[in-house]
């Protein structure tokens, strides 16, 4: 199976591979999938208190390459986002972005749940309630 | 260099050009059919088809007349297992096999259950070998026989072939092997091993793709197979079907090349893929699955833990060939149940790349594929969580995963 040119590059050049302080109350952190299914997202949102914006994001996947561009497309659409918006994003509009197959489109579902995921546990830390959680895939 | 560099040589061999060349007069001059008597035509083929039975059954040690052809290892399996189970009713209908066969044996063994057959699937060591105390026990007054894979595809693990077929011949059972990836690579030798029937393809040996072999034992005992499709009657009866003449011409060709060559090429190709396991084992947290003594030369399958297979070979796969036990890249969407029956966890099967070296491989492929699949592992462990985590000295094990 070929990749897009989106994944491949996605792939090459990651976009926000890294760690935020997950110690900190103004960053989330959602860690989803699991190791015997061959994916795991760790997706991270730092969050200025004040605006409510997303001011950086950073992913690390295990997984395969539409996993990884999944995850790399997903912070870059969260940076500049407010939380608000953040929750907009569907793991539809990462598939089209991408060109993934429907073979793939766990990835991008994974994503999707990756930043509810991260998003709730902002909420938490800030004493918000959880969102109507993530549905389970 | 040229690139990509082909190390996928357990999936398929690139044919050797002197069997390309052996094969193309028989595509177009001496296109008669085998089965022609009557004329010159037939003749010529019929004699290159006794020529090339000659040249397979000398590299398995075999009678030329034990060789059946037929369309590859694929149907050469469902001929031998789907065969015997119908030859053999009246004496039996218990058949006993393994996990980590090929799938051509599994799902034939799946048919015979259909029919009402019994199939014991004996499960394998950590290390990929059977138990033969197990094998032993297993056998009962039911069966008919034992089908046991000399070498295995994905791990390259070999079993203890000349073991298996005494403890099967002292209960009067028959002893069948796919050989697919031994013969040609190995010495394989059907008196020595004690082998009754035989399946190989053309295509693992640097011959073409759609021809194979069943060897058939035709004394001590005379074996015999009901044929699975009815026809002309040719292959003795048991596989009816024009001849494949510059097919079989090809791979009687790729036989004696391989008698010839292969003492030379294993000894060659395992110190190139000793050479790259090592290296490869250089980086931590990365095994080699399957038994490293009873092995294929030119075959390793490594798991490299906190990648995955599928993502790690995205790296590199522009320049090099490989494959991986990966779901991602089965149309199961499931691991390899070879590496799973071998006691991997799904994510180590997950992590997993099968190496299989070749004819044509070269140091210079081998220095490239080193320095390309650790930058590729270095890098996506650098991307990975799990990394990350097993780092900071989490046990993974002790989170709580969300799967679906
Ligand atoms: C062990 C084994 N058996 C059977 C086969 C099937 O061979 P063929 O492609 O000739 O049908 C293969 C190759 O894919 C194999 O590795």
Same mark, same amino acid.
């Given at each position: 199976m070929a990749y897009s040119e989106k994944v491949i590059d996605h792939y090459n050049n990651p976009k926000n591979v890294g760690t935020l302080d997950k110690s900190q109350t103004n960053v989330g952190t959602g860690l989803v999938g699991a190791p015997e299914c061959g994916d795991v997202m760790r997706l991270q949102i730092q969050v200025d208190e004040i605006t409510g914006t997303i001011t950086d994001a950073k992913f690390k996947t295990f997984g395969c390459g539409s996993a990884i561009a999944s995850s790399s497309l997903a912070t870059e659409w969260l940076k500049g986002k407010t939380v608000d918006q953040a929750l907009t994003i569907d793991n539809m509009d990462i598939v089209e972005e991408l060109n993934l197959p429907p073979v793939k489109i766990h990835c991008s579902v994974l994503a999707e749940d990756a930043i509810k995921a991260a998003i709730n546990d902002y909420r938490v830390k800030n004493g918000l309630p959880q969102l109507e959680t993530v549905a389970v895939h | 260099m040229n690139l990509p560099i082909y190390l996928d040589n357990n999936a398929t061999t690139p044919m050797d050009p002197r069997v390309l060349e052996a094969m193309l007069p028989y595509f177009t001059n001496k296109f008669g059919n085998a089965a022609s008597r009557s004329h010159a035509f037939g003749w010529e083929a019929e004699d290159a088809v006794d020529t090339a039975r000659e040249q397979i059954a000398k590299l398995i040690n075999a009678d030329p007349k034990e060789i059946i052809f037929t369309s590859g290892a694929t149907e050469s399996d469902n001929l031998a297992i789907k065969g015997i189970f119908e030859m053999y009713a009246s004496k039996g209908n218990h058949i006993i096999t393994a996990v980590t066969e090929h799938k051509a044996v599994l799902d034939a063994c799946k048919h015979i259950e259909h029919l009402g057959g019994q199939v014991t699937y004996l499960p394998v060591k950590n290390d990929g070998l059977i138990d033969l105390e197990q094998l032993e026990n297993a +056998? %009962? !007054?039911? %069966? +008919?026989l034992v089908a046991i894979m000399y070498g295995n595809n994905e791990v390259g693990v070999v079993q203890p072939i000349k073991e298996i077929s005494q403890i099967a011949h002292k209960h009067g059972v028959l002893f069948f092997t796919d050989a697919t990836q031994a013969v040609g690579k190995i010495p394989v030798d059907v008196i020595a091993d004690g082998i009754d029937l035989l399946a190989f393809t053309g295509h693992k040996i640097y011959g073409p793709k759609g021809v194979g072999v069943l060897y058939v034992r035709r004394?001590? !005992?005379?074996v015999k197979v009901t044929a699975q499709m009815d026809g002309g009657g040719h292959e003795r009866g048991m596989r009816s079907g024009t001849l494949n003449v510059p097919g079989i011409v090809g791979l009687g060709k790729a036989c004696e090349i391989c008698m010839n060559e292969m003492a030379a090429e294993a000894e060659r190709l395992s110190q190139m893929r000793n050479r790259l396991e090592n290296a490869l084992l250089q980086l931590e947290e990365a095994y080699v699955n399957g038994n490293r003594e009873h092995r294929l030369p030119h075959t390793t399958n490594i798991s490299f833990k906190y990648v995955e297979g599928e993502g790690l070979m995205m790296g590199f796969n522009k320049n090099i060939a490989v494959s991986s036990g990966s779901a991602c890249t089965s149309a199961s969407l499931e691991p390899s149940y070879v590496l799973k029956a071998l006691g991997l966890g799904d994510d180590l099967a997950h992590s997993s790349i099968r190496f299989g070296l070749g004819r044509f491989t070269t140091d210079d492929q081998i220095d490239f594929a080193i320095e390309a699949v650790t930058q590729s592992v270095n890098k996506l462990r650098e991307m990975s969580p799990l990394w990350e985590m097993y780092k900071d000295g989490i *046990?993974? *094990?002790s989170i709580e995963w969300a799967h679906h």
């Open positions: - | +056998i %009962t !007054p039911q %069966t +008919i004394k001590n !005992p005379r *046990d993974l *094990d």
